[in-house]
T-cell receptor, first 118, second 113 residues
Framework: DVKVTQSSRYLVKRTGEKVFLECVQD?????MFWYRQDPGLGLRLIYF???????EKGDIPEGYSVSREKKERFSLILESASTNQTSMYLC?????????????????FGDGTRLSIL | QKEVEQNSGPLSVPEGAIASLNCTYS??????FFWYRQYSGKSPELIMS????GDKEDGRFTAQLNKASQYVSLLIRDSQPSDSATYLC?????????????FGQGTILTVHP
């Protein structure tokens, strides 16, 4: 089974802090994703990566950055945490299917990190 | 803006009934379609994938895809209280999307005894 592990289940930080959320997958997947999920707003894509050191902005990248130095690890960084970044953060991964023109494979999610910024 | 729309719900069905969840998508070139189940406070869990027109059955779940109508549905037969969750429809556009998915807002399903 695919295993996507997020470093923390719950996290409490203060405004202005630099926050790191870590995600590791054990299935050699090429694609990795960071989402946030808020009531009434659904899943929103922050950033994704399709290869080591490659990253693309999602729908709501402002206030966030990412790092992918190794294939299995994808980190989300809140540069200067603000209260409006309090949310559930979800990491996901998927294999590349049949090249970049593929219809795509399903994503597999980690357990999520519930982040509170005080 | 590529969109995925789900029936708004919440949907309430009695135990043992068939629950029908619907999803439409706007991007005509979409190639891959997924249904996820998300229990309250948990992360989404993949329950069905479908790639070609027609029906795909897996236990009590049946996914139906009609690309001409840009419509995908999920049927849950013999619904159980444990099926109570939010169901998310997700669509992959293909092309240089690198596996990105567009998610619907979700439909809350409640199965009452």
């Amino acid at each position: 089974d695919v295993k996507v592990t997020q470093s923390s289940r719950y996290l409490v930080k203060r405004t202005g802090e630099k926050v790191f959320l870590e995600c590791v997958q054990d299935m050699d997947h090429e694609n990795m994703f960071w989402y946030r999920q808020d009531p009434g707003l659904g899943l929103r894509l922050i950033y994704f990566s399709y290869d080591v050191k490659m990253k693309e902005k999602g729908d709501i990248p402002e206030g966030y950055s990412v790092s992918r130095e190794k294939k299995e690890r994808f980190s989300l960084i809140l540069e200067s945490a603000s209260t409006n970044q309090t949310s559930m953060y979800l990491c996901a991964s998927s294999p590349a299917g049949g090249g970049v023109w593929s219809g795509g494979q399903p994503q597999h999610f980690g357990d999520g990190t519930r982040l509170s910024i005080l | 803006q590529k969109e995925v729309e789900q029936n708004s719900g919440p949907l309430s069905v009695p135990e043992g009934a068939i629950a029908s969840l619907n999803c439409t998508y706007s991007d005509r070139v979409s190639q891959s379609f997924f249904w996820y189940r998300q229990y309250s406070g948990k992360s989404p869990e993949l329950i069905m994938s479908i790639y070609s027109n027609g029906d795909k059955e897996d236990g009590r779940f049946t996914a139906q895809l009609n690309k001409a109508s840009q419509y995908v549905s999920l049927l849950i037969r013999d619904s159980q209280p444990s099926d109570s969750a939010t169901y998310l429809c997700a669509v992959n556009a293909g092309g240089t999307s690198y596996g990105k998915l567009t998610f619907g807002q979700g439909t809350i399903l409640t199965v009452h005894p």
